[in-house]
């Protein structure tokens, strides 16, 4: 690995930097260098996360061995120090050392690096390029929720994350959790230290020892010289504090901090409503009534309502009381806007809680009453469905968020009357009346009242976290762009900038304005024209001339998802739908979680099938796919944007936000006007959809701008700087069809293309938004984990496929499955007269003229295989309309090939964690034939009504004898085929 000296510090770098991320490194170690705070842009591709670690890593061994040599001087100068220096070296503890005044003065505790980003997945993808640099071998750590590292038999089962921390908690107190009580005992073991763990690491390496690895996260952040952590942890006061996150001499690096404001400002808002405080009423009284059954049982010691309780009666009863006087306080409020509501000064939420005797310095007595009963509620509920506490959890972090502040009552109160505006309106109920999930909910008025607690300055936030003794903090992204207005509502003072451009040429990205749609209709997807039947129909019949010139991947961006369910519904009511999936498959992005991981796998799957031309993703901006999700090379070879993505105007939250700012314009005669900020928005969410596709050097791309709007020359200048030199005005469309075409036949050419039939494609993790990975790494991450998701060995009956064979596939057979063709239900299509489709090819050593084409029984029960039993599986007339003859050999090798190829498509339907579920399912049937219990998990994992359901139907020739025909009368009662 080449090293290079960058303001005198020597950087080892993987391989000879580009001049790009050698000034990327140069402005990170300034900022280190002068304890600075900065912020940097970097286009996706030009290997900023890599650059960012191995530039502050760098400096941090540099730092350290500055201050080593610093303590040996004052050691030599002072001769009663001794040999116990090196002792005094690590603890820091200079002054009971005897360090000299000017060994103190350096400032001599060693720094610690904070590297923050948005999700866990993001976060392992940093990882991933540490583990290729040279600083693999510094300490590190990661923190995680207890949702992802918990690895307890009934707390990781809770669906509640607010109730899997309280009973980790009572379990960690009562000292009842193995996993807890093993970290002390485990903690120091070189196998936790030798090298980078990222969260799944981490969880294999506890499961294997037996060690809580959320507790152990904790232990080895203690000695860490580098910390990995989602950076809510570091904004959110309240979770900083939870986390014992210490900030003293510490670097914070914050990439993809395009999102950093948004958080700041969430982490310090809140809603709590009329609803609320009665339910708190309810809680507390329950508590109330649990000890009146006490008091009546004290005598029997093994009454289960016999808890050994923190709190008396009488702190019952004081707060009782003071949530009856809330209620009566907020149910006296007189709104003025009814329909509205009404908005009042941030420091109104001091005025409604001194109502109660709440003021400063009386709220830590009730916070910590509130923690005392919320353990109690959440532990002694005997059901997961009627676990309690949420409610006095909800004012608890109003209480914590309102008076948290480490500086004058006076002066938080001032900045929480700038920063803070308190929204007031009635609280509304949602009904659905129809219950039908396509039907959008129905909202009535209650008499209750919502109080939101709104901070509307990203400084705030930011001012109080680097008040607690931070050294430097970089924002990075790369899309930061407009720098200015970015660092003007951060709040803190930034000495070092940076917009990068980008590592491709001219002949690598296309980009350009289409004002009109190929029958010279305006596209323009304002509020007033985006409902115009035209305007729909100009823009679907843009989409599928755009289907038919652009290859492989094409990405359609809508601002909401509204707006695309909309066109949606029109172009399949004109047509156009089909005439669009007929040139290539069309996907679309699910309003929710469930399904995502299916539909990006099945896209990525059409990718590399070189049968097809490709496919169509329609996705949202500032949805799952457009922050973060990889579409390098093929995966995404255009991008449209469809409109300008601006937030709701009629929202208050946004409306509030926009006064907000102009009131701070009138007071400092600089900043963002409400309008501005408002345009911003809308720009950053398209810079944001524009980076899925060009993912590193040797990528191409194009970037077509739909929308008339674009050429309002403000927007161009909100665009990423690296795009703006190469952005066209097209005309008509007729040149922007020759150009496209000229774009890509010549970057095929000149560039190097990927071979992606073969390639191999990870699974998608959801943590929303998505992490965006590198095409090489996906590879790798997919290979990983083929071999991670082992379980089952034993066969099923001597009449069944077994299962387990193919669960560990020998690196032979993987070799030899890479030849064949992915089973595509979709594509399957009947001949006249026949109940049976081809469904895949399976290659041999045969001759070609004796290579047989397997037929299965579709779309009945034997979507995969029929019953093992009776070895209904069938081998139909070829061409020539005659049967084969099969001896057992040839059944037996068209079994095991179907039963492979059934674990392939399981996998790529499947997450990594849902997988090993399946597996686990297998090995636990296995054993002990459970047929209800995998019914059960079967169903789960394919529900046999959704899009899996041919999954779920294949499974029959896995099963034992004697439940194939329970089997197919479960099937009969959905009505399957």
Excluded at 246 to 253: A, C, I, P, R
Excluded at 344 to 357: C, D, M, S
């Amino acid at each position: 690995m080449p090293d290079i000296i960058i303001n005198d510090i020597i950087v080892t770098f993987p391989f000879k930097p580009y001049p790009v991320q050698e000034e990327y490194m140069r402005k990170v170690i300034e900022c280190l260098q002068n304890s600075q705070h900065g912020v940097l842009e970097s286009p996706t591709g030009t290997g900023k996360t890599l650059s960012l670690l191995c530039s502050s890593l760098s400096w941090l061994l540099t730092k350290k061995a500055q201050l080593q040599a610093q303590v040996i001087a004052g050691a030599i100068e002072k001769k009663d120090f001794g040999g116990n220096f090196f002792k005094y070296l690590t603890s820091g503890l200079e002054k009971a050392a005897g360090v000299p005044d000017n060994v103190q003065s350096f400032g001599w505790a060693i720094p610690k690096i904070i590297y923050a980003s948005r999700t866990h997945s993001q976060l392992s993808q940093a990882m991933y390029e540490l583990k290729k640099t040279s600083y693999k071998h510094v300490a590190t750590a990661v923190l995680g929720s207890r949702d992802q590292l918990c690895i307890h038999p009934e707390i990781s089962k809770e669906t509640s994350s607010f109730n899997k921390i309280h009973m980790c908690h009572a379990k960690v107190k009562s000292r009842t959790c193995f996993y807890f009580n093993n970290v002390e005992a485990r903690k120091d073991d070189p196998v936790f230290k030798q090298e980078v763990l990222d969260i799944e690491d981490l969880i294999k390496v506890g499961q294997k020892h037996k060690c809580c690895p959320y507790f152990l996260a904790k232990e080895l952040k203690q000695n860490a010289d580098i910390i990995f952590m989602p950076y809510n942890y570091l904004l959110d006061p309240k979770t900083r504090r939870s986390q014992g996150i210490d900030l003293q001499n510490t670097v914070v690096l914050l990439d993809e901090a395009h999102n950093v404001e948004k958080v700041c400002e969430e982490a310090a808002s809140l809603q709590i409503s009329s609803t609320d405080i009665a339910m708190c009423i309810d809680e507390v009284t329950a508590v109330m009534q649990d000890m009146t059954k006490d008091s009546d049982q004290q005598n029997d010691f093994l009454s289960e309502n016999n808890v050994q309780k923190d709190f008396t009666a009488e702190d019952l009863c004081i707060l009782k009381a003071m949530f009856l006087e809330l209620e009566k306080a907020i149910d006296s409020i007189e709104l003025k806007n009814r329909s509205e509501g009404d908005t009042f000064p941030g420091g109104y939420i001091f005025e409604l809680l001194e109502k109660i005797e709440l003021t400063h310095g009386k709220e830590q007595i009730v916070v910590d009453k509130l923690d005392k009963l919320i353990l109690y509620l959440t532990t002694t509920s005997t059901s997961p469905f009627a676990r309690k506490g949420n409610a006095l959890q909800k004012f608890s972090d109003l209480l914590r968020t309102a008076f948290n502040s480490s500086a004058s009552i006076a002066r938080h109160k001032e900045k929480v009357k700038r920063c803070y505006k308190v929204h007031i309106q009635m609280e509304e109920q949602k009904k659905n009346y129809k219950n039908d999930v396509w039907e959008s909910k129905k909202t009535i008025k209650t008499d209750g009242k919502l109080i939101s607690y709104w901070c509307f300055s990203p400084g705030f936030g930011m001012e109080q976290m680097v008040e607690q003794g931070i050294r430097s903090v970089v924002l990075t992204s790369g899309t930061l762009s407009p720098l200015k207005p970015f660092i003007s509502e951060l709040g803190i003072p930034i000495a070092v900038q940076l917009e990068n451009p980008h590592i491709v040429t001219k002949e690598q990205v296309c980009v350009g304005v289409l004002s009109q749609g190929p029958d010279n209709h305006p596209l323009n997807s304002s509020y007033n024209t985006r409902n115009d039947p035209k305007y729909i129909a100009s823009l679907g019949r843009t989409v599928y001339n755009f289907s038919c010139i652009v290859p492989h991947g094409l990405l359609i961006f809508f601002p909401s998802y509204p707006i695309m369910k909309k066109c949606r519904d029109e172009w399949q009511n004109m047509g156009l739908w089909t005439q669009i999936a007929e040139r290539k498959p069309i996907y679309v992005e699910p309003n929710s979680k469930d399904g995502f991981v299916n539909v990006m796998n099945e896209y990525y799957q059409k990718i590399k099938d070189p049968s097809c031309k490709g496919a169509v993703f329609m996705a949202v901006c500032r949805g799952k796919v457009s922050e973060g999700l990889d579409f390098a090379n093929a995966n995404g070879r255009a991008v449209l944007i469809i409109g300008l993505p601006f937030p709701p105007l009629k929202d208050p939250r946004i409306m509030l936000k926009q006064r907000y700012l102009e009131e701070i314009r009138t007071i400092k005669k600089e900043g963002l006007t409400g309008q501005e900020w408002y345009q911003l928005e809308a720009s950053r969410a398209v810079n944001q959809a524009i980076g899925r596709i060009i993912r590193h050097k040797n990528d191409y791309g194009a970037v077509i701008l739909c929308d008339c709007r674009f050429e309002n020359l403000n927007f161009k200048k909100q665009l990423s700087a690296w795009l703006r030199p190469y952005i066209k005005k097209f005309t008509n469309f007729g040149i922007i069809t020759k150009e496209l075409r000229e774009f890509f036949r010549n970057a095929e050419n000149i560039l190097p293309q990927p071979n992606i039939t073969h390639a191999q494609y990870g699974n998608i993790d959801i943590s929303l938004p998505a992490v965006s990975a590198a095409f090489e790494t996906t590879v790798s991450h997919s290979l990983k984990q083929k071999t991670q998701n082992n379980s089952a060995t034993e066969e099923l009956t001597k009449n069944s496929f077994d299962i387990n064979m193919y669960l560990d596939e020998s690196a032979k057979d993987k070799q030899s499955l890479k030849s064949q063709s992915a089973i595509n239900f979709s594509a399957c299509k009947l001949k006249d007269n026949q109940s049976t489709c081809e469904l895949a090819k399976y290659r041999s050593e045969e001759p070609v003229a004796k290579r047989r084409k397997i037929n299965i029984i579709s779309p009945g029960i034997n979507s995969y295989f029929s019953a093992p039993s009776t070895s209904s599986l069938k081998v139909s007339e070829i061409n020539s309309g005659q049967n084969f003859t099969q001896n057992d050999k040839d059944m037996k090798y068209d079994k095991k090939a179907l039963g492979k190829q059934y674990l392939k498509d399981v996998k790529r339907a499947l997450s990594a964690s849902d997988y090993k579920i399946f597996a686990n399912m297998i090995q636990s049937y296995t054993q002990s034939g459970d047929f209800d219990e995998l019914l059960k998990t079967l169903s789960n994992l394919f529900p046999p009504t959704g899009l899996l359901q041919h999954l779920f139907i294949g499974f029959q020739s896995f099963l034992k004898k004697q439940h194939i025909a329970t089997f197919e009368n479960y099937i009969k009662n959905f009505k399957l085929p």
